[in-house]
């Protein structure tokens, strides 16, 4: 069961249309005169949309009624929707217009097609912006984030908000914190393929709504992680962009040095198309995006969606640690294999690789990552909330004191609420803190920086989001694509990493591996123990 806000807000509106459900199922899509293909709605791509709407088969009202009916049917269980916008119909229904009057922008890219929105990035409309937290529910965000409001001039239709992490995995930490997709409002995000494994997180609603077809495509966000690990558990492509390449405005914040928004969506193409979309400079993020917006090529990213991008790339490997999983196991032959695709496609593979203090870089802790970013995190969330045009609470001490009232709801027994209270006993920026961001800076230059350009290297190869810490702390970009399955059926992402502003390479190199392996199939639903 979906906790909602309100009955305007509610994941399902008695007035919704259930029509055409019944044929909405398969439609057929002409790719040339004499030949005609079945295809399914369930893990079409943006392009198969465009396609479908353009011969008449298809309208975006229609696309939404399907999604909407996929969600009522799945997410009691899977719970990767946390709201379903009730205007969303609307929006279809313009897009639908639009596209007959052959207005301008419409019949290609995003318009028409639904987006989901991770909980933490506002919208100025009926859905509500909360982190997965009671405490902001019902606050009223002052505008759109910079983000949402490029969708809506793409003609996206949003269709509603993903769940997460609450407060994108910074509110508890240790043995006792809260599961990865879990949240007081949107409650436990499961797994569509093994659904008592780890969803991961905090864009865990994201991954789970686009891996299970409740969504065509999707938007997370990342400060360490949160794109590309929930990607690499639910089989979908995540792309985690050169931080300031995507605005930040008016998304509830944990660091501005290193977070970062992205989409998530079953294939590279898809994500590409949201990514051309979102990117650009934002007067209300203008330093970072103004900075970051000279990396943007003329003529956007779909250009290097090339099926023979791997022609000539230098990849970088670092076996230690990222690949010790043993000469018999299972992930270490599905890595292997990729290893094989990426030669048999071109690629030159630069092995045995080693980052300079990596066990460092590794331990948030160590590297002093933890410290900056408990520091920026009272900052920067103060900061959001005092712009709110209304708000239960106004400050990380308001939040604080709001979950100890209401400690039942937020569970703060059960998971607690360390690192807010860590972050709130700080005081702005210290000789602590400061030799922290010194420290991050010297590991990213004689590690991640040093290895990449001594070598000449395209990219670094790593296993799902293993390497997070390393992109994270540099405002480094990438991309992670299904690479495999586990023994017991959970999915596994490629990742492939790179210099800041080298989102064109990534892009060549990720769509050249999934042209040339297709790994990603729809989840299975399952279930197993799982042993924590």
Not at 175 to 197: D, H, L, M
Not at 465 to 486: E, H, Q
Not at 507 to 518: C, N, R, S, V
Request: hydrophobic share 40%; with cysteine.
């Amino acid at each position: 069961m979906i906790i909602s806000s309100s009955s305007s807000s509610s994941i399902f509106n008695p007035q919704l249309s259930l029509l055409l459900f019944l044929f909405l199922s398969l439609w057929t899509l002409s790719s040339s005169g004499s030949q005609t293909h079945a295809l399914s709605i369930k893990e079409a791509s943006v392009q198969d949309l465009q396609t479908a709407f353009r011969k008449n088969r298809l309208t975006s009202t229609q696309l939404v009624e399907f999604y909407i009916r996929e969600i009522q049917r799945l997410n009691p269980d899977l719970r990767g929707v946390i709201e379903v916008n009730p205007d969303t119909l609307y929006q279809a229904g313009v897009a639908d217009r639009e596209r007959k009057a052959k207005a301008p922008g419409s019949g290609h890219g995003l318009h028409g097609i639904p987006i989901l929105i991770k909980d933490n990035i506002a919208t100025k409309d009926k859905l509500n912006t909360t982190a997965g937290s009671f405490a902001l529910l019902k606050s009223i965000v002052p505008r759109d984030a910079g983000v949402v409001k490029k969708l809506r001039k793409a003609g996206a239709i949003l269709l509603g908000k993903a769940s997460l992490s609450e407060w994108a995995n910074f509110r508890t930490a240790g043995p006792n914190a809260a599961p990865n997709g879990w949240s007081a409002r949107g409650g436990q995000g499961e797994n569509p393929y093994v659904r008592s494994a780890d969803p991961c997180g905090s864009s865990s609603g994201s991954a789970i709504s686009v891996a299970a077809n409740m969504a065509a495509v999707s938007l997370g966000t990342e400060t360490d992680g949160s794109i590309l690990c929930p990607a690499s558990s639910n089989a979908v492509v995540g792309i985690k962009p050169t931080v300031g390449l995507t605005s930040r405005a008016g998304v509830i914040p944990i660091s501005p040095r290193q977070d970062t928004i992205g989409p998530i969506c079953r294939t590279v193409a898809d994500a590409v198309y949201v990514l051309d979309a979102i990117v650009g400079f934002d007067k209300h993020d203008a330093e970072a995006t103004r900075e970051a917006s000279r990396y943007i090529p003329p003529g956007g990213y779909k250009q290097f969606l090339k099926a023979e991008g791997l022609k000539g790339k230098r990849l970088g490997i670092v076996r230690d640690p990222f690949f010790n999983f043993g000469n018999l196991s299972v992930l270490s032959q599905v890595f292997e294999s990729c290893f094989r695709t990426l030669r048999r496609r071109g690629a030159v593979l630069v092995d045995h690789l080693d980052i300079a203090n990596i066990n460092e870089v590794l331990d948030s802790t160590s590297s002093g990552e933890f410290a900056a970013l408990k520091v920026e995190f009272k900052l920067s969330l103060n900061a959001y909330l005092k712009d709110l045009v209304a708000s239960p609470v106004r400050s990380l001490a308001d939040v604080i004191a709001f979950n100890q009232k209401n400690a039942d709801l937020e569970m703060i027994k059960e998971f607690g609420q360390d690192i807010f209270l860590e972050a709130e006993s700080t005081n702005g920026f210290k000789d602590t803190e400061k030799k922290s961001l010194l420290n991050l800076e010297r590991l990213t230059q004689d590690g991640f920086d040093k290895v990449m350009m001594d070598n000449k290297l395209d990219a670094l190869v790593t296993p799902g989001a293993d390497a997070s810490p390393v992109l994270a702390i540099g405002g480094f970009p990438g991309i992670t694509v299904p690479a495999g399955f586990d023994s017991d059926g959970v999915p596994i992402g490629i990742s492939f990493g790179g210099l800041k502003g080298s989102e064109p390479k990534l892009i060549e190199i990720a769509y050249g591996f999934e042209q040339a392996t297709k790994i990603r199939k729809p989840p299975s639903f399952k279930r197993r123990t799982f042993l924590r």
